[in-house]
């Protein structure tokens, strides 16, 4: 991981670390706040706490979202502080919705300058944000939003598994991890276990981002917690609610980064500092395999 | 103790908003009340309701109360999984969704909803978590029905921002606008449920729940809330409700508290 | 079959039987000759044997479509000579790429009145379809060709499995069936094997096609032949390379329509009276299964 | 019999193709010679060839040869199967595919090839079978290479038709017009490999296959064929390549026949 944030996200970058409460790359996150990235612009649909620890460190100069909350457990307090005017950094913000922004990234991956959807009438999302704009269809005459592609320097997924290329696999939920990976310049995948190419090609419709795509594949169990990754652990929601008072008080929360995130090497170190996260492992539900003879 | 004691507002809220679903239709879920409510509906009056989550989850049979729209019960023995690209385009753009549910910091006159900032967009007192599914949901289910506890700072005469389209909204009415769906055709408040009047849009109070008057749900309303002509009564959770919500949908009172 | 295609499928309906390759419902379009259809819009991006039998039959007032061959044998003679005046009706054409006819059909899936795409650039295709037209970019000003919606009355999807309420599985290649059935006002799902309710939701990434925009499920065992089901059965390619000289002559067109469609009453009969399809049987390449446990 | 004769013109396209492709390219594969000369190459010089088939197979090892670009052979062991919508815009419009393979019924002196009709695309006078995937892989494809025998019919002036576009198109050339990719920057024949002139866009003579006088490649052409200066003299296959052709690549000469 030290390697590939290194030589793959650069100060003033566009990241993108991707994954709907599923699969959020926590471990990437950190070696960034690590490694003092700065004025980056973070986009994610959801910034969850991996972002709100990245604005916290001081790694952001904006943020590109569409809903920015502690999922059931409160708010993301150093956005807020930073949006409200209250603590840190000024923070630019570029606001969409959870369509708009999944539409940004279907451009990208798609390569195509804007993206069509019928959104955001009756709205004040428009005035707030002037990328959502309008387009004539040429065949019925209606007018529909667009919002403008997002591609961004480095798109970080991670996933259950891979292979030494990067042919990645995911199941349980989606996101848009295929849609934040083709529509970036680099993408570096972050798996729970690195398998042989023969467990690849045994379920080739598992594969959701061909290796061809993928300039790095690191290895880190463990590397999604406290968000989580199906089939491997559950999500801690325990820590999703005892966030709520850390990343309300400013120090707590440089205690926090000081403890978990610059006090430790790397994610192994942290994983044994967290302590007992084999309470999280997950109870076997194996489904049966499909036949792909012929 | 009356009846009005033997149940929470929470309760309530929950049993009337189950109620609003029928059998067999396509629910785009939020967390909270609405997971809570179609959860009771299922194990009631609709045991085929589908539950659709934004996070690409769709006939999900959670086996726990999931704490996010994001929960891994939510996938685990659910119908289908795909992408948000699919949940946006191909369920709700496509006019799949019959009901979705919706709730907010502000809810006004004409059932904008704001979920954004209390103040102004530039420099807010307080910054919300913003539109989330909210927005597209509005504009594109069939219908929504909004859940929200009564207050004058949360039923404003005008939302500061608004989200989430309501019957009129920035522009003209929905028609004008060109929005698919119905809009809010419900406020499920903890006093009362209020309902578009069909001619204006405005939000009007239709139904009382027992024990309230309607002065009790004006004071909660900032603008001279109108009252429908034959005000209705609501009836109270079941037994049958209060003990599926207690002891089988949530047990540890983690949304039922108040 | 017979009172699906009752049922669902009307004179004059544009009709979209979909599966490139893979999965071809044989079984649907046999049907819909012997229920004497007319003046059908037939829609796929290669109409492959089962729409030069249909067109031949005189179920098609217009086809439209993005390649129209016998792949790797020869032409669609019945085809050919509707379009080059040599016998037969008229036939309409509108005629786009595989991209284009993608583009329709993802246009549809999202109730989008167009699909922008790269593409047309120096063809002479637009001057042949005006349909494909072009529309400007809000952000840079570039201009972007564009293709229609296509929403048919009815799309015909063969798949691997469903349970009873069509909640649809399909593995190995899925070409535009996702796109096909959402983007279409009636959906007829038809499946080699009907399957618990238990086994969908076992592996639910695997579900391509939800049973909520489903009208009916068949169950038609050897279904897509002489196309294939991956895990089933294989392609029959001596059907393919034997239909060439069959096409070419319209009296040997007619007898084989009257031996293996008209002449059969339904699908069993007709697997009867090939014979022997057993020899496409396939061999289990079964893949593993993955955890879905929390 | 000479050394011309040791070989079929079929084997020495095939052969001339392979050579095209770099080792680690992505290529976006037509079924017949090119995927026969794709698999000539992972077993020569590229193994790492990424084979993408515009079924949605990418990364295929087929185990036998396959008869369609669709067949089952592409997706078992494959790295990936992708719907077609992914293909075409996550992968080609995304500019993925370095090389793309085109053939067609007629090639023009810029490099436009035609797939669509014989005569007039309203009254043709041979219905051909269209562009499928050609038009695109021709705009969005970082190179192709066209593979056509030689004849005054197949390489005409100005095709009937510009189904792909090539160098000089209609309206323009490919900068004009804006297209991603470099266009037919080879294409190769049975007698000689023609390659477009960097300033003006017109296939030009490039390289002769042993034994053959450029006469005899003019003769095969509808225009007036300019040469390259310093012709070069193209290899024949080797032993190790036609072996690899006859005993494991297409053993019952199912594309090698002629």
Known sequence: MREAVATLVGDGDTVVIEGFTHLICFAAGHEIIRQRRRDLTLCRLTPDLIYDQMIAAGCARKLVFSWAGNPGAGSLHAFRRAVEGTGGAALELEEYSHFGMVGRLCAGAARLPFWPMRNYMGTDLPAANPRIATIECPYTGERLATVPALNPDVTIVHAQRADAQGNTQIWGLLGVQKEAAFAARRVIVVVEELVDERVIRADPNRTLIPGLIVDAVVVEPWGAHPSYAQGYYDRDNPFYVDWEPISRDEAALAAYLNEYVYGVADRAEYVARCGGLERLGADARVCAGVNYGY | ?258
């Open chain 2, 1 to 258: 103790m009356g009846i009005e004691a033997a149940y929470s507002p929470a309760e309530m809220m929950t049993a009337v908003a189950a109620r609003e679903l029928r059998d067999g239709e396509v629910v785009f879920v939020g967390i909270g009340l609405p997971n809570l409510a179609c959860n009771l509906a299922r194990a009631t009056h609709a045991p085929n309701l589908v539950l659709i989550y934004e996070s690409g989850a769709v006939g999900a049979v959670p086996e726990r109360l999931p704490v996010s729209i994001g929960d891994p019960s939510l996938v685990t023995g659910s119908l289908m999984v795909c992408g948000m690209a699919d949940v946006f385009q191909s369920f709700l753009q496509n006019g799949r969704m019959e009901v979705g549910f919706l709730g907010g910091a502000q809810i006004d006159r004409f059932g904008n909803i704001n979920t954004t900032v209390v103040g102004e967009y530039g420099r807010p007192a307080v910054r919300l978590p913003g539109s989330g599914g909210a927005a597209e949901i509005a504009i594109h289910a069939k219908r929504t029905v909004v859940i929200s506890r009564l207050s004058r700072r949360a039923f404003p005469e005008r939302v500061d921002f608004i989200t989430s389209p309501g019957h009129v909204a920035r522009g003209g009415t929905r028609r004008q606008l060109g929005m698919p769906g119905a809009g809010p055709v419900k406020v499920v408040t903890d006093k009362a449920i209020l309902e578009a009047d069909d001619a204006t849009g405005e939000l009007v109070l239709a139904a009382l729940y027992p024990g309230v008057e309607a002065g009790e749900v004006c004071a909660g309303i900032g603008w001279t809330l109108r009252c429908r002509p034959g005000l209705k009564q609501v009836d109270p959770p079941s037994t049958a409700e209060l003990a599926l919500l207690r002891e089988v949908l949530d047990p540890h009172r983690l949304y039922l508290k108040g």
